[in-house]
């Protein structure tokens, strides 16, 4: 099969991309820049390369790119700036919940995608939802307590 041309809108700006039939959407973003998408194991394993595809935390080396045309993606890049942070951008930071950071990009959007469809959640809904994202350096504590400290920004409308 040949390579086919996909359009995708990332972070809110509209890219196009050349994908080999094969081609993962992790390729994609990468070779469009998105550096804060990280391939860590390329099977499902690490959640590393998570993102938003159209609203939904998926791993995305585990999605074909030639699938997601026409879709919007957002990476933790997405969510906030330097200047603006994300309430959980903020709450990693603060909280000591970045260490190598290598697994923040994919804590951020798995925690992005929980507070998107439950805004008050247990420490054990918390773990549950970041189940599939691996850190090797924070032991999770703080990814959790960061989790929460975003969650109760977000509901006292301070994000
Ligand atoms: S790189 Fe996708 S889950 Fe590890
Ligand atoms: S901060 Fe290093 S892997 Fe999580």
Redesign the pocket.
Known sequence: MPSRMIALTVNGRGREILVKPKATLLQALRELGCTDVKNGCEKGDCG?CAVLLDGIAVNSCLVLAGQTDGSEVTTNAGLGTIDHPHALQEAFADGG????????SG?VISAKALLDRNPEPTESEIGQAISGN?????GYGQ?IQAIQVAAGSQRRGEE
């Open positions: 590393a919940a970045v260490q190598c950071g290598y697994c923040t804590m691996l850190c090797r350096c924070t990814i």
